[in-house]
T-cell receptor
Framework: DSGVTQTPKHLITATGQRVTLRCSPR?????VYWYQQSLDQGLQFLIQ???????AKGNILERFSAQQFPDLHSELNLSSLELGDSALYFC??????????????FGQGTRLTVV | AQTVTQSQPEMSVQEAETVTLSCTYD???????LFWYKQPPSRQMILVIR??????QNATENRFSVNFQKAAKSFSLKISDSQLGDTAMYFC???????????FGPGTRLSVLP
């Protein structure tokens, strides 16, 4: 158990709909990362938050948005869903204490299927 | 831009044998961190091993060890005494200090054959 919790584990929704994926980082971790992994593909970085603030953006579509709340949990919002958005969405957390990065600990992922 | 390359999309090894997975990266940073992650069929991402670039000694974790060649920007993973449970996708990853993003390679699919 990595200590990172993602909900839901599975999500099936129709095209055009909006969904919210939730992530609770490990206790003490301030940094949260979101990654998208399509079938048999690598991990595509979407966005990073650190202590409530957006720190870096990757290849995140305008239809997608995220935020990190004061209790450090994060949500990834996906709207106007398309079939191509079907993927495994990972959340990861790390300490990022300002002087050194530690490894990223990954949640189990949310498997999103758009039909 | 920092990039990570894994030139072996797929590999196979016989049980109990040794296999080496390759990884190269590109960065202008002097200090950074490198990782190998394993993704078994369950698709959970599991940290296998990490290496700090300022440490010359290669990291080891039980049957897993790395060959870190800083000048060549190479970071290979050696798995000794391969087990069926080692069957997985293996991702090499990089992050500089104060880095904003873990950069992952495309992965190597390893199959351990009985």
């Amino acid at each position: 158990d990595s200590g990172v919790t993602q909900t839901p584990k599975h999500l099936i929704t129709a095209t055009g709909q909006r969904v919210t994926l939730r992530c609770s980082p490990r206790s003490g971790d301030l940094s949260v990362y979101w990654y998208q992994q399509s079938l048999d593909q690598g991990l595509q970085f979407l966005i990073q938050y650190y202590n409530g603030e957006e720190r870096a953006k990757g290849n995140i579509l305008e239809r997608f948005s995220a935020q990190q709340f004061p209790d450090l949990h994060s949500e990834l919002n996906l709207s106007s869903l398309e079939l191509g958005d079907s993927a495994l969405y990972f959340c990861a957390s790390s300490q990022l204490d300002g002087s050194v990065n530690t490894e990223a600990f990954f949640g189990q992922g949310t498997r999103l299927t758009v039909v | 831009a920092q990039t990570v390359t894994q030139s072996q999309p797929e590999m196979s090894v016989q049980e109990a044998e040794t296999v080496t997975l390759s990884c190269t990266y590109d960065t202008s940073e002097n200090n950074y961190y490198l990782f190998w992650y394993k993704q078994p069929p369950s698709r959970q991402m599991i940290l296998v091993i990490r290496q700090e670039a300022y440490k010359q000694q290669n990291a080891t974790e039980n049957r897993f060890s790395v060959n870190f060649q800083k000048a060549a920007k190479s970071f290979s993973l050696k798995i000794s005494d391969s087990q069926l449970g080692d069957t997985a996708m293996y991702f090499c990853a990089f992050i500089p200090p104060y880095g904003q993003n873990f950069v992952f390679g495309p992965g190597t699919r390893l199959s351990v054959l009985p």
